[in-house]
């Protein structure tokens, strides 16, 4: 570009509305096949069914059906086509559709036969104007009772199209184009807001509106519907990236984030979520409005955030505005753990009842593994796991279930309570201080409350991963070996932490693994024989790999699996792209860590930490599956995260990160974005936001890790 090119706010949106114009004078006829993710335009309609005689997918409407159609015209007359099929038995009268377009009555049809089955009626619609992305459509229907199917029946919906009329140029409706600069003037800003330069802002801008542009070309369902959506999002990273602009300071030429700031990052990128399920609700989105008392807690600390403001605005000491808001994020996070608390006891626990299903099926006299349910569907209601697992539901399968699974919680919630003291105690760490505050809002981690409320083992693998740390911190490595041993008894991945005292040579942690391995499973083998361990060795581990499509699956591989998958079921998806990307990010990631690892670092040092944090991380991002609740053990790479960040500023776009590594893995769980419907692959890419949490948390530790140690700025934590 030339030199007197300045990278500014009003040449990136007249780029964006020169890639828009563009886009819309080859702007295909919108066609909106039925199917499986045609929910976003098909409104109280039956679900769709594969209609043999016509080789189609077909939707049977009710009496009162709404389409809602991609508006691609505001100013000029559009043609609108429906497919339709009158599929009434003979000798009954044909069905009769109204058709009205925002309350205003179109026209009447009499959907007669016709031998080659579809129908095909034109319409032509006058200039609509409606300042929204869609034409809404009502389709009014009389209706048919069969004996054979209860269900009142309409007329078969095969497709609906929408053409242009006339020549271009065309102009995008109103709408669509305040969406797309909102767009651009929102993702400009957050970029500028996290530490991006103006130039590299606005290239990236340009990029994001270039590719949106394209998008509509080849894939127009999947952008036009959701456009104001995506601004909404991005608008909330523009009020993110402002706070991080708040609290930079400048040393040496460089901006940097002060430690005692970054758990203000992370309150508040947390609390930014729920607003965006409001925009999505708002927007038409269902099933994904915020949890009422979570509004509530939000309401209670924008309130007293207010007056707290405004009483310091009274006394001249706006200054103090981060003392303010961490106390505030720090008494939200209380209130959010408490009304998760009192969620997580009123759920279903599925998970504790497939283990303790198994276990009470051992008792009895059979197995604990049923081989043709795994073989069918491993990751469905099915026991997995090792033998040692099991055993320890053994002593209570004759009790009351609901009993044994109140207490199973109670012991999670202890040794969540037990793993945040000692963090405390063996970090040195004063609660009531900015760091403090940071590691309450850390055990505010929904990955950890669904732990608690399937009746999962996610909380023990924490605790257990912290003792080892603890234990290879103080020199006690046989310790933190035999701990890392009973952890695998319960998951195995856990035994990939292995590779991380390889690193460091740390010879005597293999010997207590070694010691421990016999220990733990000589004692499962006494209570429940060598039989079932046989068979989990031999005919359960080789019918449990594998990836899984499933929104649930938040690694490398349900992240990729995602895009082929016909369906995002949890069922068994092995496709060859996914699974060479699999293995060869995992050979990747741990060749990194390994030499990452090999660098001399005190045991003391929060440098340490983050280096364990890493396989930890790699533990989770690389195995085939890996359920959103797996996620809890990545609370100690944020508490390394913390530490660190006291001894050693971070860059802007490292605690930019930090923070949005935390609202994304500590917030909400698969149902909390995702109401069941896949409209598109924005809609797939949406699925995988903790992927993305993972991923901003590994950049951060990789960039972390890479400079070597400064020994004048460590402060030794005992």
Known sequence: MPRCFTFKLPSLLFLTLLLLVGAWQWLPTLTINIGQRDKRFIQNTHEPEYFTEIEHWIRWTKADSRLEIPNIESFRPLILDLALLNSYPSGTPDPIITLEIAKQRLTKIIVGRQINGIRHYRLLLAPQKQFSWNLPLDLQSTTLLRSADP??????????????????????????????????????????????????????????????????????????PFTMRLAGLISLGTLYGLVVKMVVQKKEGTEWVAGDDLPLLMGFGYWLLPIYQLIMTADGARSVTPYPPTLWV??????????????????????????????????????????????TMRRSGPDFWILFKGARDWVRGGSF??????????????????????????????????????????????LFATTFLFFLRCFSLKL?????????????????????????IDIMLLFLLTLALIANRKGYDELAGATIALGTLFKIYPILMLFFFLAKRQWRVWVGFGAGILLWNGLAVAVVGLEMHRSYLFEVLPR???????????????????????????????????????????????????????????????????????????MILFVPVAWMHYETVTILPFVGLLLFAQTQSLR???????????????????????????????????????????????????????????????????
């Open 432 to 456: 009531l201080s900015p760091i403090g505050v940071g590691l309450i809002l850390l055990f505010n981690f929904r990955p950890a409350t669904d732990t608690i409320a399937f009746g999962q």
């Open 298 to 343: 939000f309401g209670g600390t924008l309130l007293l955030g207010t007056i707290g403001l405004g009483f310091l605005g009274l006394r001249k000491q706006l200054h103090c505005w981060p003392k303010l808001m961490l106390g505030l994020l720090a008494l939200a996070a209380l209130g959010q753990i408490a009304v998760m608390m009192e969620f």
């Open 369 to 414: 593994y049923n081989l043709q349910a795994i073989q069918e569907n491993h990751f469905g209601h099915v026991f997995k796991v090792p033998p040692f697992y099991g055993m320890l539901f053994t002593p209570f399968v004759q009790q009351d279930g609901f009993l044994i699974l109140f207490w199973h919680r109670i012991t999670n919630i202890i």
């Open 151 to 224: 269900r009142p029946l309409g007329v078969m919906l095969v497709s609906i199209s929408l053409a242009q009329t006339g020549k271009s140029p065309f102009l995008p409706p109103p709408w669509q184009m305040i969406a797309f600069l909102l767009i651009s003037t929102t993702s400009y800003f957050a970029l500028l807001g996290i530490g991006a330069s103006r130039r590299t802002s606005w290239l990236l801008t340009a990029l994001i509106a270039f590719f949106l542009a394209i998008s509509l070309l080849f894939i127009p369902l999947d952008i036009l």
């Open 544 to 618: 449990i790999g594998g990836g899984t499509a499933w929104v649930e699956n938040q690694t490398l591989n349900g992240f990729v699996s995602r895009f082929f998958a016909s369906t995002i079921s949890s069922t068994k998806f092995d496709q060859p792209i996914a699974t060479a990307l699999t293995f060869g990010g995992f050979g990747l990631a741990i060749s990194t860590a390994l030499c990452l690892t090999r660098q001399p670092t005190a045991r003391f040092e929060p440098r340490y930490l983050l280096q364990f944090s890493l396989f930890v991380l790699i």
């Open 652 to 718: 802007r776009w490292q605690a930019a990160l930090s923070g949005l590594a935390y609202a994304l893995l500590a917030y909400g769980n698969q149902w909390s974005f995702f109401d069941g419907t896949i409209l598109g692959w924005l809609t797939i890419l949406g699925l995988s936001f903790k992927f993305y949490g993972l991923l901003a948390l590994g950049a951060v530790l990789l960039a972390l890790l890479q400079k070597p140690a400064e020994a004048n700025k460590l402060a030794k934590l005992a």
